[in-house]
């Protein structure tokens, strides 16, 4: 979607969710690329199986810098933006969530979440 709408796309993703972004950019979607593939331009954090079904019950994980990967050609910010949200994917690395950008995270604490995309 980034390339497709433009600088600051992934902010507003954020904001709307990849369905409302796609219809706000008329962007044309298909079904061969999954939530994490229209987000490769953000940082990811893999999180451990653990991690994975405490998310999906509504607990963030702690992490530490070093376990952010870079992603795909990010891009230049948003304007106003600090940061871009970070993907947080399971071991299969299917998208669980975006986080709040690293630099807005409070040290030693769970992640601050933005938007949860898979439950119990």
Known sequence: ?????????AFVAVRLGLEQLAKTF???TDNERTPAEAV???????LS???SARLRHGAPPSIDAE???????????????SGWPLALLDGAGT????????DEQPPGL??????VLVGD
């Open 1 to 9: 979607f980034g390339k497709q709408a433009g600088d600051g796309a």
């Open 26 to 28: 008329d962007i044309e």
């Open 49 to 51: 199986p653990e991690e």
């Open 110 to 115: 769970p992640l601050r979440l933005q938007r």
């Open 67 to 81: 376990r952010i990967e870079r992603g795909e050609e990010p891009g230049p910010l948003p304007p106003g933006a």
């Open 95 to 102: 998208l669980l969530a975006l986080a709040h950008p690293w």
């Open 40 to 46: 490769s331009f953000l940082p990811r954090v893999r």
